[in-house]
């Protein structure tokens, strides 16, 4: 999925929320989960998965008109350094953009 469609998704109402994944020394993955229950991936321009910079994401993220995003860390600074894993699924940080 690039910018356009993303746009073109959220006016047609099809977008139920979409989730920035923090990947550790990587950079970052969107999601885009759609109501029928797709989930796409929102690629850069330079037609990679991953984005290096997570102020020029949100940026376009908000010219798209998403409005709040789910920020996830799958590996919690725990994890990294040892200590034994959560119990339950982190839920995410919701953050507004507009």
């Known amino acids: ?27 970052y993955a969107v999601r885009v ?12 321009p330079s037609g990679r998965a991953l984005w290096p910079s997570l102020p020029a994401l949100k940026r376009l993220l908000r010219s798209c008109g998403v409005r709040q995003v789910v920020l996830l860390q799958p ?5 990294i350094i040892g200590r034994p ?3 339950e699924k982190d839920a995410g940080l919701l953050l507004q953009l507009g």
């Open 85 to 87: 894993a959560m119990q």
């Open 33 to 44: 989960e759609l109501r029928r229950g797709a989930v796409r991936e929102l690629l850069h």
């Open 75 to 79: 590996e919690c600074h725990d994890e």
């Open 1 to 27: 999925m690039n910018a356009w469609q993303l746009r073109l998704a959220l006016c047609l109402r099809q977008v139920l929320r979409v989730e920035i994944v923090a990947l550790r020394c990587c950079g």
